[in-house]
């Protein structure tokens, strides 16, 4: 497990706002993986993952939070995970390399991950992604996630939808993580785009999956 904590996300703990009032809907569609396409009918999306790359099932993702909460430390932080398992929802996480069997410290298992959180009454003041970072960038605080925003948020294109983002740096166990936070609204849902990278080449290539993206 200690290779895993090099690349770990806590986007879904971290980012819940905990007081949306809404649960997931039990409709909800978690989508699925075919020849290297993701779908999801409840979003009308789909996204393309790299050949060779390494998707992981729900349960491995559940895993990974935990570690990553184990690896950051606070009871806080872990009652966040749970409360946002009510809410928020992991859709996909796919790695760079396999999880298994990746042990190079040299070079940083690249990853992203594709979360969903329901805003429910929320929604009436989260209008855009850059509403929604605002106020995961103050549950970074409140959670006490050791990450360093860089720079201003912005914002990007994808197949017609607005998704704003911002970069910042994840501490974890004295290692530097960087990280781009990425999200749009989407169905009365924030939609969440976490890429965990360690090169400018890597971000680049995390960049390209995302605007494989394309809504219906």
Same mark, same amino acid.
């Given at each position: 497990?200690?290779?895993? #904590?090099?690349?770990?996300?806590?986007?879904?703990?971290?980012?819940?706002?905990?007081?949306?009032?809404?649960?997931?809907?039990?409709?909800?569609?978690?989508?699925?993986?075919?020849?290297?396409?993701?779908?999801?009918?409840?979003?009308?999306?789909? !996204? $393309?993952?790299?050949?060779?790359?390494?998707?992981?099932?729900? $349960?491995?993702?559940?895993?990974?939070?935990?570690?990553?909460?184990?690896?950051?430390?606070?009871?806080?932080?872990?009652?966040?995970?749970?409360?946002?398992?009510?809410?928020?929802?992991?859709?996909? !996480?796919?790695?760079?390399?396999?999880?298994?069997?990746?042990?190079?410290?040299?070079?940083?298992?690249?990853?992203?991950?594709?979360?969903?959180?329901?805003?429910?009454?929320?929604?009436?003041?989260?209008?855009?992604?850059?509403?929604?970072?605002?106020?995961?960038?103050?549950?970074?605080?409140?959670?006490?996630?050791?990450?360093?925003? #860089?720079?201003?948020?912005?914002?990007?294109?994808?197949?017609?939808?607005?998704?704003?983002?911002?970069?910042?740096?994840?501490? !974890?166990?004295?290692?530097?993580?960087?990280?781009?936070?990425?999200?749009?609204?989407?169905?009365?849902?924030?939609?969440?785009?976490?890429?965990?990278?360690?090169?400018?080449?890597?971000?680049?290539?995390? !960049?390209?999956?995302?605007?494989?993206?394309?809504?219906?």
């Amino acid at each position: 497990m200690k290779t895993m #904590k090099h690349f770990l996300f806590i986007a879904a703990c971290a980012l819940s706002l905990m007081s949306c009032g809404r649960e997931i809907p039990t409709d909800f569609d978690y989508g699925k993986v075919e020849e290297n396409t993701y779908t999801n009918d409840f979003f009308g999306l789909t !996204m $393309e993952i790299p050949d060779g790359w390494h998707v992981q099932d729900q $349960e491995t993702q559940k895993i990974l939070q935990n570690e990553g909460a184990n690896a950051i430390g606070g009871e806080k932080l872990a009652k966040a995970i749970k409360a946002a398992e009510i809410t928020s929802a992991n859709l996909l !996480m796919a790695s760079q390399f396999d999880l298994a069997t990746y042990q190079d410290p040299k070079v940083l298992n690249s990853n992203f991950t594709l979360v969903a959180e329901n805003l429910g009454i929320s929604s009436a003041t989260i209008k855009d992604g850059d509403a929604y970072l605002e106020v995961s960038k103050k549950q970074f605080r409140n959670n006490n996630v050791p990450i360093e925003i #860089k720079g201003d948020t912005k914002k990007i294109d994808i197949d017609g939808k607005t998704f704003h983002y911002f970069d910042g740096v994840l501490t !974890m166990q004295g290692l530097k993580i960087k990280q781009r936070y990425m999200s749009t609204i989407l169905n009365g849902f924030a939609i969440l785009y976490v890429a965990t990278y360690g090169s400018d080449d890597q971000l680049e290539n995390l !960049m390209q999956v995302l605007n494989t993206t394309r809504f219906k």
